[in-house]
């Protein structure tokens, strides 16, 4: 089994090299370039994520300028070292110790589920909050475990800086809290432990959470960070109907394709559930699944409720999940069904090695971004949405991603509120005053095309041989 794990991981990083782009990996990681470049967030140009990871990795733009395999790549690999580090920390959490000799059945289990694997290298600020989630979550089953308060006061700090990569962290808080209250309910856990270890669990997102806010203030968009990222996220992804698709599809897809982790998370939830409608007194073994169980059961519910319930967003689903097939694992381990469960586990992590050769998500955008950075200059401007970006160009447009989607979900917003900074207004007078000297329009993909392209389209001709690309006629 350890064989099998490593030949992923070894896969994995060849996977990091070769595989194209998802959409959100071009996005991230040209705002972190525009960042690099003296951009303002909020400001200067559309993002609606927390801008650490931004600043965090505005020198590896710089460093790559001009690469954007290498750039891509390379923060897979960074992101491959924090699942590795996620690993450690849920092994420890389980055994408390790390033994590369024995079978960490966490590293196996989430090596051979395909979705969470890809959605874990993809560049995005999701891992980096995964990791620190994965890290508060432990540090407080610890402390539920052991009543050090250390390890709720770590937990704090752990959950603030996940907070501050993505604001879906604060979820995975509330449904620990929720999660320890039943704990104490059914007297699993003492509630005076529960009580203490919430201050400290406070007191240690104290300083991280307000050395974040302070950095906002300091950078002058404290207004456009609240707007982009709270205001007008609640409007786009619940009010506007702009955005909506079924979630069903996609989890589906998740299970079929990793049935260890959902199949055994079951069973332990089932065990997990009986122990909470036992007499009082009667805890649960192990008590911290109960508080496992409320916190998938609650992410999921939170994934069919989204208006984009993308893969991604059951990144913070899987540890938890990897943690309560664990258990049934090992139980399974002193059965007659031992063989059969490695076997299926065997196979799971083949099919992973396959992905990560065959799995291609878009194709022809290296293509794209290689044109554009080839014929154009660094102080010329473009209009490419991802995954076409080149991310080492200006944008000419402020919307520079869903050109047509967020504009109008913007204008249809400032029609019944009061919007001090049209953005639409400077998006028309930079078509008018320094129209971008490229364009890609995807063929495929209308809501991507830039704002009232319809209006500005006759100033422009197509590219040979590369069907949406067009330039600025001279």
Same mark, same amino acid.
């Given at each position: 089994?350890?064989?099998?794990?490593? $030949?992923?991981?070894c896969l994995a990083?060849?996977?990091?090299?070769?595989?194209? *782009?998802?959409?959100?990996? /071009?996005? &991230?990681? &040209?705002?972190?370039?525009?960042?690099?470049?003296?951009?303002?967030?909020?400001r200067?140009?559309?993002?609606?994520?927390?801008?650490?990871?931004?600043?965090?990795?505005?020198?590896?733009?710089?460093?790559?300028d001009?690469s954007?395999?290498a750039?891509?790549?390379?923060?897979?690999?960074?992101?491959?070292l924090?699942f590795?580090?996620?690993? @450690?920390?849920?092994?420890?959490f389980?055994?408390?110790?790390?033994?590369w000799k024995?079978?960490?059945?966490? +590293?196996p289990?989430?090596?051979g589920?395909?979705?969470?694997?890809?959605n874990a290298?993809?560049?995005?600020?999701?891992?980096?909050? #995964?990791?620190?989630?994965v890290?508060?979550?432990?540090?407080?089953?610890?402390?539920?475990?052991?009543?050090?308060?250390?390890?709720?006061?770590?937990?704090?700090? *752990?959950f603030?800086?996940?907070?501050a990569?993505?604001?879906?962290?604060?979820?995975? *808080?509330?449904l620990l809290?929720?999660?320890?209250?039943?704990l104490?309910?059914?007297?699993?856990?003492?509630?005076?432990?529960i009580?203490?270890?919430?201050?400290?669990?406070?007191?240690?997102?104290?300083?991280p959470?307000?050395a974040?806010? +302070?950095?906002?203030? $300091?950078?002058?968009?404290?207004?456009?960070? @609240?707007f982009w990222? !709270?205001?007008f996220? &609640?409007? !786009?992804?619940? =009010?506007?109907g702009?955005?909506s698709?079924?979630?069903?599809?996609?989890?589906?897809?998740?299970?079929?394709?990793?049935?260890?982790?959902? @199949?055994?998370?079951?069973?332990?939830?089932?065990?997990?559930? =009986? %122990?909470?409608?036992?007499?009082?007194?009667?805890?649960?073994?192990?008590?911290?699944?109960?508080?496992?169980?409320?916190?998938?059961?609650?992410?999921?519910?939170?994934?069919?409720?989204?208006?984009?319930?993308?893969?991604?967003?059951?990144l913070?689903? !899987?540890p938890?999940?990897?943690?309560m097939?664990?258990?049934e694992?090992?139980?399974?381990?002193?059965?007659?069904?031992?063989?059969?469960?490695a076997?299926?586990?065997?196979?799971?992590?083949?099919?992973?090695t396959?992905?990560?050769?065959?799995y291609?998500? #878009?194709?022809?955008h290296?293509?794209?971004?290689g044109? /554009?950075?080839r014929?154009?200059?660094?102080s010329e401007?473009?209009?490419?949405p991802?995954?076409?970006h080149?991310?080492?160009? =200006?944008?000419?447009?402020?919307?520079?991603?869903? %050109?047509?989607?967020?504009?109008?979900?913007?204008e249809?917003?400032?029609?019944a509120?009061? *919007?001090?900074?049209?953005?639409?207004?400077?998006?028309r007078r930079?078509?008018?005053?320094?129209?971008?000297? /490229?364009?890609? +329009?995807?063929?495929d993909?209308?809501?991507?095309?830039?704002?009232?392209?319809?209006l &500005?389209? +006759?100033?422009?001709?197509? @590219?040979?041989? /590369?069907p949406?690309l !067009?330039?600025?006629?001279r």
């Open positions: 089994m350890l064989a099998a794990s490593g $030949a992923v991981i990083v060849v996977h990091c090299c070769i595989s194209t *782009c998802d959409h959100d990996e /071009i996005e &991230h990681l &040209h705002a972190s370039w525009l960042v690099g470049d003296g951009a303002v967030p909020f200067d140009f559309l993002e609606h994520h927390h801008p650490t990871l931004y600043y965090l990795y505005a020198p590896l733009t710089s460093w790559l001009g954007p395999r750039l891509v790549a390379t923060g897979r690999i960074i992101n491959l924090l590795l580090v996620m690993v @450690v920390a849920l092994e420890h389980r055994t408390g110790r790390f033994r024995e079978v960490p059945w966490t +590293a289990i989430l090596l589920s395909w979705t969470f694997v890809r290298l993809e560049v995005r600020p999701d891992p980096f909050m #995964n990791l620190f989630c890290l508060g979550l432990t540090s407080w089953l610890l402390f539920l475990r052991d009543a050090r308060g250390g390890r709720a006061l770590a937990s704090g700090v *752990c603030a800086i996940a907070t990569f993505l604001q879906k962290a604060a979820v995975l *808080c509330v809290a929720l999660g320890s209250a039943a104490a309910l059914r007297k699993h856990v003492p509630a005076a432990r009580a203490r270890g919430g201050l400290l669990l406070v007191s240690g997102a104290v300083v959470t307000m974040f806010v +302070a950095l906002i203030h $300091a950078g002058g968009f404290w207004t456009e960070f @609240v990222n !709270y205001t996220n &609640h409007f !786009y992804y619940l =009010r506007s702009t955005v698709f079924s979630p069903w599809p996609t989890l589906a897809v998740a299970v079929a394709e990793d049935p260890i982790p959902w @199949v055994l998370g079951v069973a332990a939830s089932i065990t997990a559930i =009986r %122990g909470f409608l036992r007499p009082t007194g009667i805890p649960t073994k192990p008590a911290h699944t109960l508080a496992l169980v409320i916190i998938v059961a609650g992410l999921v519910a939170s994934f069919v409720q989204s208006a984009l319930p993308f893969s991604h967003n059951l913070m689903v !899987y938890a999940l990897a943690l097939a664990a258990g694992l090992e139980k399974i381990e002193r059965t007659r069904w031992r063989n059969l469960s076997l299926l586990l065997l196979s799971m992590l083949a099919k992973v396959v992905l990560c050769i065959v291609n998500e #878009n194709k022809g290296y293509t794209v971004q044109w /554009i950075l014929h154009t200059a660094p401007t473009v209009y490419a991802p995954p076409y080149p991310i080492f160009r =200006r944008d000419s447009s402020y919307f520079w991603f869903d %050109g047509t989607k967020k504009p109008l979900a913007y249809t917003y400032c029609r509120h009061t *919007c001090t900074d049209d953005k639409l207004v400077a998006e930079a078509w008018a005053e320094g129209p971008p000297l /490229i364009v890609f +329009a995807p063929p993909e209308k809501d991507w095309w830039p704002f009232e392209w319809n &500005h389209s +006759a100033r422009y001709e197509p @590219v040979p041989l /590369i949406g !067009y330039k600025l006629r």
